[in-house]
């Protein structure tokens, strides 16, 4: 019996390390400045990197370090984590080329990366896309139109999912795709930012047009064609991480109802039992993140789980959120807390929406279920 829930001290020295990092730095005035007028951190974002605290290749502190940021604000800590937004394509499956020219810059600090898979008509439905990658002498032409992308008007570069040969069948519209890394200077490239949307006011979000861009062939991740596989394995740590924003979003209302609490010295029983039921969900939803995120960095990851920990943590985001606000009332909408409520919104949506994940859940259990395999790993 080797069940042990401690974190390893290197591990819980970098939450120790984020955790002061987002008191020290994301302070309520400046949450507030970047929500209202949409701005993004550039300045928070050096510090972080200087400060050793973007680590794609160390997931655990990456997780952590989005938990913790999360917890103190949303939107400024997404928008300094999401900086690599995608590199890990490079990391499975780049070249040693592409290594060095785009994701050694994006782990300094130097380049800002994005991911552009959904399109106006396609967004859970990965495989609807349309957007085209088609060969034209030595090299790939772009066309197509992204939407919604983190990033888009800052990045240097994105990684673009796009379609590369038609669909073999209509049982296999997930074959003939590739991923193309493309600079965002290229001449046939164009964005145009988003505004007004409901949370996570500080990250960048836009639309992509492609317009006869012309891609070299070195610039293609891995094997022509598997870019939708790359993508869902992709998705698979990209929800762990989700459902760590969900955890820090839950637990920073949490922190503030506890303030009200214990600055009040109050024992008054509706905000006792807002508060059990907050801290159970909330102890339930990290233990389901930590686990299913403990299988896919080991590269064993079980995607049920893995659904699981995303659906269930932005859900405990959301009715944490919304009870302890309603709570709190009038102090809790002038607040910290009313930024939270409208953030943890997006935890519903992004790499998967809930009820995407309850589908993969749903079949991924009968599936096993009708071979007899054991239900989750
Ligand atoms: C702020 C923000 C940032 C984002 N950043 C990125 C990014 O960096 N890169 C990127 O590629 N994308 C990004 N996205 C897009 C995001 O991943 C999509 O919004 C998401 O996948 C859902 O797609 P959709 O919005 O087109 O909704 P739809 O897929 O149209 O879904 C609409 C509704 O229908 C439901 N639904 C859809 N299909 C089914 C089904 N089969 N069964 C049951 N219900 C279903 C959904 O759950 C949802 O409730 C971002 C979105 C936002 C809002």
């Known amino acids: 019996m080797n069940l042990d829930f401690n974190l390893p001290e290197d591990v819980e020295e970098a939450r120790q390390k984020a955790r002061k990092f987002a008191n020290d730095e994301f302070k309520e005035e400046i949450a507030q400045t970047h929500d209202h007028e949409e701005l993004y951190p550039y300045e928070l974002r050096k510090k972080a990197f ?23 604000d949303p939107g400024l800590g997404l928008s300094v984590l999401a900086s690599v937004f ?14 060095q020219k785009y994701m050694e810059p994006v782990l300094d600090g130097s380049k800002i990366s994005a991911l552009a898979v959904t399109e106006p008509g396609a967004g859970s439905d990965v495989a609807g896309i349309s957007t085209k990658l088609e060969t034209s002498n030595n090299e790939f032409l772009l066309n197509g139109q992204k939407m919604f992308i983190t990033n888009a008007t800052i990045a240097d570069f994105f990684y673009v999912l796009a379609r590369t040969s038609p669909p073999p069948s209509k049982e296999k519209r997930h074959h003939g795709m590739s991923v193309a890394i493309v600079d965002r200077q290229w001449p046939g490239v164009s964005v145009n930012k988003l505004k007004g949307k409901l949370g996570m006011r500080a990250t960048d979000t836009a639309e992509i047009k492609f317009d006869g861009v012309k891609v070299p062939k070195e610039n293609i991740i891995g094997e022509i064609g598997k870019g939708f596989y790359y993508i869902m394995t992709f998705f698979n740590i990209s929800r762990v991480y989700v459902a760590a924003q969900s955890v820090g979003i839950a637990q920073g209302a949490l922190d503030e109802l506890l303030n009200y609490a214990k600055n009040l010295g109050s024992n008054e029983e509706s905000m006792q039992f807002i508060l059990a039921e907050s801290a159970a969900k909330i102890e339930a939803a990290r233990l389901l993140t930590y686990k299913a995120a403990w299988l896919v960095f080991q590269f064993n990851p079980d995607p049920a789980l893995t659904s699981m920990a995303k659906y269930f943590s932005a859900e405990v985001a959301n009715s944490v959120t919304e009870s302890v606000l309603e709570y709190m009332g009038q102090k809790g909408l002038l607040s910290k807390l009313e930024r939270l409520y409208r953030d943890s919104k997006i935890t519903e949506i992004w790499e998967g929406t809930s009820e ?18 054991q239900i989750v790993k």
Not at 86 to 99: A, I, P, V
Not at 356 to 373: C, F, N, P
């Open 86 to 99: 995608g590199s890990e394509l490079l990391l499975l499956y780049g070249t040693d080329e592409q290594k």
């Open 50 to 72: 200087k400060a050793g605290l973007v680590r794609i290749d160390n997931p655990w502190n990456m997780l952590l370090t989005m938990e913790e940021f999360c917890r103190v």
């Open 356 to 373: 995407i994940e309850k589908l993969v859940i749903a079949r991924t259990l009968v599936k096993r279920a009708m071979q007899g395999d």
